[in-house]
């Protein structure tokens, strides 16, 4: 998933910041590719609003799915088959190459990758709220297969449209793979619902669990949410947050019933006027404090990524060694 479209402050100012003649007729040429829906690629001029609200959001995005590997790769060594540790261990390698795509697309914005993990290892970039929750049985990887990557595909489809390139180019392929977790998710459930009483309770249980943190996954209500305008007419954004949110709910309650099991939530009756599935409201206090660092996982996610990092240096020191070691060769003039 996994924009919540969420500030990350102190990124770096680039770009044009004179108000000239040039500058008019290079924002005219922008809006007119914007209007009729064309592409934005990395070599073309770009408002230095439009190039930091893609960078912050295809960060967040990126730090999402590399954090978002955290819950479920804590249940690859305790999967409960050959054939679902095999399936765990390729899904949660697919979230590693989503953050791979997404920080290369950040870089086209002349982000630099350091710079874009220093801020998730300090803290002060967002990543999504629902990595901050544990998975406590083998019934959560299954519940995070089917309703945290369905959320995620029900945001991230709008996105193979936006008007960035390099941006909506990854999604095409992300939300291919997307698709394989959502599946793979409801058919280890949907085994387990065709088990054991105590599996069924089991699966009951997460789903009580994961219910409301997914449904927060698609960001705070279109009221609250300040920057959704913009990203809208830059074409970055196709849906709103509440519209999305309405697609999911409405989307998995025929899911739930082919599981067998309950969405935990009384208010969540069809209304025939709207023709769409009502809810309950959200504890957006909840959501804050997640957002915020102060979720059941937050110091824990933070601290095993940091850790990830710091022991992957002598990779990072071997690759720069052999990179220099092959320009040497390639030019021994100019390294000497
Ligand atoms: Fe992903
Ligand atoms: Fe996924």
Redesign the pocket.
């Known amino acids: ?2 924009t919540q479209s969420l500030d990350l402050p102190g990124q770096p100012q680039h770009g044009p910041t004179s108000a000239n003649a040039d500058q008019a007729a290079r924002q005219a040429a922008f809006d007119a590719r914007i209007a009729e829906d064309a592409k934005i690629e990395p070599m073309d001029w770009m408002p230095e609003a439009y190039r930091k609200t893609l960078v912050r959001q295809i960060s967040q995005h990126a730090h999402s ?1 590399i954090i ?1 590997m955290q819950p479920e790769g804590n249940w690859i060594s305790r999967a409960p088959s050959l054939k679902r540790k095999a399936i765990l261990l390729a899904k949660v390698q ?2 590693g190459g ?1 953050g791979l795509y997404l920080y290369s697309a950040a870089e086209t914005l002349d982000a630099s990758r350091d710079a874009l993990l220093d801020g998730l290892h300090s803290g002060r970039a967002k990543y999504s709220s629902i990595f901050n929750y544990p998975t406590l049985t083998w019934a959560d990887v299954g519940v995070i297969g089917w309703l945290v ?1 369905g959320a ?1 595909i029900m945001n991230q489809i709008p996105l193979c449209r936006c008007s960035y390139g390099p941006y909506a180019r990854a999604m095409i392929r ?1 939300c291919k ?2 698709s394989f ?1 959502q599946r793979q998710g409801f058919d280890a459930l949907l085994s387990m619902m065709r088990g054991t009483e105590a599996q069924r309770a089991m699966v009951q249980d997460a789903v009580d669990r994961w219910w409301f943190p997914v449904l927060m996954m698609f960001g705070p209500p279109d009221a609250a949410s300040t920057n959704s305008t913009q990203t809208m007419a830059w074409g970055i954004k196709r849906i709103s947050n509440d519209d999305l949110r309405q697609k999911f709910v409405d989307a998995t309650v025929e899911q739930a019933r082919v599981l067998g099991v309950t969405l935990p939530d009384p208010g969540l009756v069809w209304n025939d006027e709207r023709g769409h599935y009502d809810y309950s409201p959200l504890d957006w206090e909840e959501f804050w404090r997640v957002i915020n660092g102060d979720g059941p996982c937050n110091r824990e996610r933070l601290a095993t990524r940091v850790k990830a990092h710091e022991d992957g240096a002598w990779v990072r020191e071997a690759a720069l060694a052999h990179a220099e070691k092959r320009a040497r060769r390639a030019s021994p003039a100019k390294a000497a």
């Open positions: 998933m996994y799915e978002g697919d979230e989503h990557d995620a992300i793979e997307e977790h």
